[in-house]
């Protein structure tokens, strides 16, 4: 049973970076044709993709926040994380962490994790 748990600082003052990690269990994040994506949802609104890592390390990230937005991976420790750069109050959302095991399809889930921007 593949687990995914999210981690990291539950509050972020702006113009700071978010760093959020998602901690791996169960599966490897190096195992073809996985994907491992980010995804959040403010308060009161839909849920937004971000990007995502594969299993070859190749990233994607939404054109909406690529700008300040990156993902990593360590292999090491089965781990992938999400840093966006330049917060705002817009940024506040419960983050999640999933993974893609083909066409868009979501199969597993972290918790997710609030963080809240404000000073």
């Known amino acids: 049973q593949v687990q995914l748990q999210e981690s990291g600082p539950g509050l972020v003052k702006p113009s700071q970076t978010l760093s959020l990690t998602c901690t791996v269990s169960?599966?490897?994040?190096?195992?073809?044709?996985?994907?491992w994506t980010w995804i959040r949802q403010p308060p009161g609104k839909g849920l937004e993709w971000m990007g995502t890592?594969?299993?070859?390390?190749?990233?994607h990230v939404s054109p909406s926040l690529k700008s300040r937005t990156s993902i990593s991976r360590d292999t090491s420790k089965n781990q992938f994380t999400l840093q966006v750069t330049s917060v705002t109050p817009e940024d506040t959302a419960v983050y999640y962490c999933?993974?893609?095991?083909?066409?868009?399809?979501?199969?597993?889930w972290g918790k997710g994790t609030l963080v809240t921007v404000s000073s």
């Open positions: 999933a993974r893609d095991s083909g066409n868009w399809y979501l199969d597993y």
């Open positions: 169960g599966g490897s994040i190096t195992t073809n044709y996985y994907y």
């Open positions: 890592i594969a299993y070859s390390g190749n990233t």
